[in-house]
Structures are given as structure tokens and as C-alpha cells.
């Protein structure tokens, strides 16, 4: 069956340093693969997307890269800030609009 | 983008009895889902909900247990019927794509006893 990994466990790092998620999966080949940001008592935000054929992709502080072969993609907040403190979820997507969530990495950003 | 707003927020409800979630979009969407999100697990696609058709449920959900209404294109209606304690999660509905992303409501917390 399919199956979407990260981090189980909460990662704390310090403010300035570089937070690396990873999302790992298995019996999956999707279209295209996202990440989104969920803050307590709120739904997800969408923050990137990344296609099969593309490597990486970067948004201002944040780069995705997307390895169809390991399957894997790792999420990586430069300059990381106290207010980046939050869970990060990824999403792999196929041929329809649905998406297949993994439970997602709890991130904290200490002053 | 879109603006998704959902009532109730958060309920509590006693096992046998049934709420409805309401799902208001600030534009006209073709598509909306909803999904769930039970405690420490990852978001769980219920169903998809075309204006004009039937939802579309997916592997493990039913059409009684979870009745979906999607009368006009902006607005669609999640019951959540017969509840047990198992049914205590955040739902949460979505539209999408724009450009490739999907927008999420604010969650509505359920809790049953």
C-alpha cells in the first residue's frame, strides 16, 4: 500500500540555522509532490510545489528537491526564524486533484 | 485564492446524534474536498464534492456515514452521522487547484463522548 514518511519526531533547531524535513514514500509514483505549513487550530497552507521532472524549486527562504529514484524529497527553511515554528506536511499528488498527506514533522525555532 | 470559512469551529457531541459542517468558499470552485484529520495522523481525503453530482468517497468512507451536500458553488455540507467516539477529529474542507494549490478551511474541531 502507499505509504508517506517524515520525521517523526519534533526537530528544534536555533534561529539562523537551516531546518531540513524530509518526506520519504513507497508505492507511490506521483505527478507532483507539495508542502504545506499547519499552525495549531488552523487547516494547512500551501508553501510549495515540485513535478516529477523538476529537481528543485526555491521560494523566497525555502527550497524543495525531489528525487524520483531515492523518493524522496527533502524541505529545507533557510535563516530560520522563531515564527517558522510549526508542523510542515507534504503531499504527493497524481492524475487527479486529491491529495495523499503524510502525518507531518513538528518544527521549533528557538530564539 | 480563495477564502474557505467552516461552522462550526469546534462542537461537542454525544455518540448517536449527528452534526453538519458547513463549508463557505468566497468564489465560485468547481471542486471541493473534504478531508480528516484525526489526532497524530495525517489529513485523510473523505470525498469529492462536484456541484451537480454525487460526492466521490474514497476507500473506507460511505455516503451514510458521511452525507455530503454541494448545492451552488460556493457552499457544500459535511454530516457526520451516527457518531461514536472514533469520530472525534479535526474536518476540514479544501478547494482547489489555482495554479496548483489547494486552499483549506479553518478545521472544525469534533469531539464525542
Known amino acids: 500500500s502507499q505509504k508517506i514518511e517524515q520525521n517523526s519526531e519534533a526537530l528544534n533547531i536555533q534561529e539562523g540555522k537551516t531546518a531540513t524535513l524530509t518526506c520519504n514514500y513507497t508505492n507511490y509514483s506521483p505527478a507532483y509532490l507539495q508542502w504545506y505549513r499547519q499552525d495549531p487550530g488552523r487547516g494547512p497552507v500551501f508553501l510549495l510545489l515540485?513535478?516529477?521532472?523538476?529537481k528543485e524549486k526555491r521560494k523566497e527562504r525555502l527550497k524543495v528537491t525531489f528525487d524520483t529514484t531515492l523518493k524522496q524529497s527533502l524541505f529545507h527553511i533557510t535563516a530560520s526564524q522563531p515564527a517558522d515554528s510549526a508542523t510542515y506536511l507534504c503531499a504527493l499528488g497524481g492524475s487527479g486533484y486529491a491529495l495523499n498527506f503524510g502525518k507531518g514533522t513538528s518544527l521549533l525555532v528557538t530564539p | 485564492s480563495a477564502v474557505i470559512s467552516q461552522k462550526p469551529s469546534r462542537d461537542i457531541c454525544q455518540r448517536g446524534t449527528s452534526l453538519t459542517i458547513q463549508c463557505q468558499v468566497d468564489s465560485q470552485v468547481t471542486m471541493m474536498f473534504w478531508y480528516r484529520q484525526q489526532p497524530g495522523q495525517s489529513l485523510t481525503l473523505i470525498a469529492t464534492a462536484n456541484q451537480g453530482s454525487e460526492a466521490t468517497y474514497e476507500s473506507g468512507f460511505v455516503i451514510d456515514k458521511f452525507p455530503i451536500s454541494r448545492p451552488n458553488l460556493t457552499f457544500s455540507t459535511l454530516t457526520v452521522s451516527n457518531m461514536s467516539p472514533e469520530d472525534s477529529s479535526i474536518y476540514l474542507c479544501?478547494?482547489?487547484?489555482?495554479?496548483?494549490?489547494?486552499?483549506f478551511g479553518p478545521g472544525t474541531r469534533l469531539t464525542v463522548l
Open positions: 479544501s478547494v482547489g487547484p489555482y495554479r496548483d494549490e489547494q486552499f
Open positions: 515540485i513535478r516529477e521532472n523538476e
